[in-house]
């Protein structure tokens, strides 16, 4: 052999029937790390995909936990629909009546608005007008009689407002605001439907009626209903009382 031919390494070459054997076995082992490899994936995958669902299982069972929680503290401990501005009067009304805080109850009554719904007006179909009524009622002629009249009968002292109150009416609870509307076509008009108590004796007699507020004169204030008749009947009695006696 010539020095060249040392450069060189000639693989032995295999029998044609030993080299299809090899290249056989070459095939199968591929194919049987294919397999194995996939084999070997799915596993891993499903390893993966329980973990998963345990940590599903674990973060739902805690917000279901939690929700329940809120419920159930939100249940024991209810959050009062703020009242909107005439539900606030209504409530006022009946704190200041309770408190036996006069000035406020007196102050809390728009009689202008009192007049404008039940001489001018006079019908509830008709309250639509109250805005344009309300606005020129003072330029009417029994409009300045009956402001004076109002002058005199609610400068009452407080002292007898509370005892002619504890020995007729101690009380008035409001139990609920059934609901609150603008009347159709007004600007500042709202009736309110109310289910209240008066407390005569210790004893409640239940009543539902409709109660009228306006901010017609810059402020919400009542100015119709049951509780507007209830303090002309209690100014009135007094008035008569006095005036009687000559007080």
């Keep these: 052999m010539s020095d060249k031919e040392k450069d060189y390494f000639v693989p032995e070459q295999l029998d044609d029937v030993d080299f299809e054997k090899e290249k056989t076995e070459a095939k199968r082992l591929k194919k049987e790390r294919r397999l194995n490899k996939t084999i070997s994936d799915d596993e891993g995958n499903n390893q993966v995909t329980v973990d998963k669902n345990k940590i ?19 249940y024991l401990n209810p959050i009062e629909k703020k009242a909107s501005e005439p539900e606030q009067v209504a409530k006022d009304f ?8 006069w000035k406020e109850v007196k102050n809390i009554i728009d009689f202008k608005g009192f007049y404008t719904l039940s001489y001018s007006i006079g019908t509830e ?8 009524v309300y606005k020129d009622v003072e330029e009417e002629a029994d409009y300045s009689s009956y402001s004076e009249t109002m002058d005199i009968l ?26 609150c509307n603008k009347i159709q076509g007004t600007d500042s008009l709202y ?29 919400y204030k009542i100015v119709y209903g049951d509780w507007v008749s209830l303090m002309l009947n209690i100014y009135y009695s007094i008035y008569s009382f006095q005036s009687a006696y000559g007080y």
């Design 125 to 132: 179909s008709e309250f639509t007008k109250f805005d344009k």
């Design 154 to 179: 609610t400068s009452v002292d407080n002292d007898t407002l509370d005892e002619v109150v504890s020995t007729q009416l101690q009380q008035i609870r409001l139990t609920q605001i059934q609901s």
């Design 191 to 219: 009736r309110i439907i109310a289910n209240y108590e008066y407390i005569v004796n210790g004893a409640a007699e239940a009543y539902s009626g409709a109660i009228y507020v306006s901010n017609a004169s810059g402020e």
């Design 94 to 101: 009946c704190a200041y009546f309770n408190g036996g805080n």
């Design 56 to 74: 599903k299982n674990i973060i739902f069972i805690i917000l279901a936990i939690g929700l329940i929680a809120f419920g159930i503290y939100f």
